[in-house]
């Protein structure tokens, strides 16, 4: 039968809130668009990258699109002659490289990139946009998506993750962070959902390890789930042992080179996390098979804490060393004159010691809160809807935990946090008095759902406590203070650590060190050169093959300088340049650029 033929009542018919929820969608993304449009055209006009790992990223896929292996993550600029081989996966290339193919058909390969590199974090923020009024839908009803849109894009997340030129991981696994909480959430009533769940966390892991606490979560309450209400849980662990059985292995193979599938690494997807998968996956099909067996709570219980202990002792079978900091590698010196100063690697109480507290206000409150009302609204709510708040208090409680570790979890927890306070203030909203009038039921609602984000709180706090910039570039990294290095012959440069992938995204370059924790040899060598008297620097760097030197006069307040008073770094930081070294770089330049003689 044709549309012509249906009769007028038949015919499907869009909504007035349909229209508004499609219209609010578009308002928020352009609105988003225009706040960061003037980040978009310098990233457009000069080609400068805010963030180290989006400068590596690009480095990467620049190998990849050149004919580097799929299975070939070694940076051979970075520390050579070996390289270094990275703990990312080519599974964000793949979209960035088609992208700058795509473009490139109308573009020189420079501007193609450059499109790319709007473009993807533009994609990712119509994804997580779109995730999270679904998921304030399947919360609060239709009425919770626009809340949960405005509130998305008043977090923080917003202006870092999502920001014009980010190409790096972080916005995909927020993503699908969305999606794995979202198909958690729907397949509460549909089973079959728990399987898209375990997709998303395999391309999750094929990515990075980064999400992996969230799905900790998820999959503790749905053991808990199964303890309390038995059979009603069984075909949800049924479907997520089925799509895990898939996803997993696939993703492992299709991101893992097959001379490494029995090669452990703690911070990567490797052969450690496959047999934990392994036998968790199991050890859920065990438990859906046996629950007709399995009658009362007690025996649900003893059996999920011996599945999950067979998790842990497969870990500890095959490489304990994971059960802890997934980062015990690093160099201890490193971890101490690198990795702890980094701002958005330290745990909460230290930024709010070191005189930021607009941070806990912005990232820690908000997320707290949501938590609160999750917990609220579940002990309110019946049956599905209980154990759907269940699930959201417990995946955003993972994101506070991993926030008070390091504060730059709560950008991933953020979304999390807003949608479920949208979804709050959407059913506190549909309980206010009767006699309210339009106008102060609007206003009501208005603020309830901007004045616990991020920026709302941002805005009620005094400018000195206001949260610091993560993501700010320096003067060292531009395009135009690398422009005198780029000009010179290729060769081996020693420089900061944080220098390392601006120098390999803007020059031809190799660089010792980079802010990376497989660096080990690179990154030691070069603060080892720093803290060492002028003349023994100049036979550690001799040695290593160097040929050029950097340091930033920015940081003239450098821990390292502070460390060894009579060190290169300390000579370099009072402007008295040894005989050895020779400047290239103009003399008003913060970046000074130096040639060993």
Not at 96 to 107: D, K, P, Q, W, Y
Not at 467 to 495: K, N, T
């Amino acid at each position: 039968m044709t549309d012509a033929a249906l009769a007028p009542q038949d015919r499907p018919t869009i909504s007035i809130v349909d229209i508004a929820r499609r219209l609010a969608f578009f308002l928020v993304l352009v609105a988003c668009v225009a706040a960061s449009f003037d980040t978009a055209v310098e990233v457009w006009r000069t080609g400068i990258f805010f963030d180290s790992d989006d400068a590596m990223r690009a480095v990467q896929v620049r190998d990849f699109l050149a004919g580097q292996g799929w299975y070939d993550l070694v940076a051979h600029r970075y520390d050579p002659p070996a390289g270094v081989f990275m703990h990312w996966s080519r599974v964000v290339d793949v979209p960035v490289a088609t992208l700058e193919a795509l473009f490139g058909l109308a573009l020189d390969p420079e501007h193609a990139e450059r499109a790319a590199r709007l473009t993807f974090p533009l994609l990712m923020l119509v994804a997580l946009l779109w995730l999270s009024a679904r998921c304030a839908r399947v919360f609060a009803g239709a009425g919770a998506s626009v809340p949960a849109l405005v509130m998305v894009a008043l977090s923080g997340p917003m202006f870092w993750q999502f920001a014009p030129g980010r190409i790096d991981h972080h916005a995909p696994q927020i993503v699908l962070l969305m999606l794995v909480v979202l198909a958690a959430a729907t397949g509460l009533e549909r089973p079959r959902a728990f399987a898209a769940a375990a997709a998303g966390m395999a391309a999750s892991f094929a990515i990075s390890l980064e999400n992996l606490p969230f799905f900790v979560a998820v999959l503790g309450i749905l053991a808990l789930w199964f303890v309390i209400e038995g059979a009603a849980a069984r075909a949800a662990l049924a479907a997520f042992a089925a799509g895990a059985a898939i996803a997993f292995p696939a993703a492992y193979a299709a991101t893992v080179a097959p001379e490494r599938w029995m090669l452990s690494a703690c911070d990567a997807f490797s052969i450690v996390h496959l047999v934990a998968l392994g036998v968790g996956v199991s050890a859920l099909t065990l438990l859906a098979a046996a629950t007709p067996w399995l009658a009362t709570r007690k025996r649900r219980a003893i059996a999920v804490a011996l599945g999950g202990g067979a998790v842990l002792l497969a870990v500890a079978a095959v490489a304990p060393r994971c059960l802890g900091d997934p980062l015990v590698d690093l160099d201890p010196l490193l971890r101490e004159l690198w990795l702890s100063t980094l701002k958005e690697a330290k745990p909460l109480r230290k930024i709010i010691a070191e005189g930021a507290p607009g941070v806990a206000a912005t990232t820690a409150g908000p997320v707290a809160l949501a938590i609160v009302a999750s917990c609220g609204l579940a002990v309110v709510s019946r049956g599905a809807a209980r154990w759907r708040w269940i699930f959201l208090a417990a995946t955003i409680g993972a994101g506070l935990a991993g926030g008070l570790w390091q504060v730059r979890v709560f950008s991933s927890t953020l979304p999390l946090a807003m949608t479920a306070l949208a979804a709050a203030a959407t059913l506190a909203a549909r309980r206010l008095p009767a006699h309210f009038s339009p106008i102060t039921r609007l206003g009501l609602f208005a603020a309830l759902c901007i004045a616990p984000t991020p920026l709302g709180v941002a805005l009620a706090l005094p400018e000195d406590d206001r949260p610091v910039d993560f993501a700010s570039s320096g003067a060292c990294r531009r395009p135009q203070a690398l422009a005198p290095l780029a000009a010179l012959p290729p060769g081996r440069v020693a420089g900061p650590i944080e220098l390392g992938p601006f120098v390999l995204a803007h020059t031809p370059h190799s660089v010792f060190a980079a802010p990376y924790h497989r660096g080990n040899h690179g990154g030691r060598l070069v603060i080892d050169a720093f803290l060492a008297p002028p003349d023994k620097a100049r036979e550690m760097l001799r040695a290593a093959g160097a040929d050029y030197l950097l340091w930033c006069a920015a940081d003239g307040k450098s821990d390292l300088a502070v460390r060894a008073s009579g060190s290169l770094v300390a000579a370099l930081t009072r402007g008295a340049v040894p005989a050895f070294l020779e400047r290239r770089s103009p003399p008003d330049s913060r970046l000074m650029i130096f040639a060993l003689r």
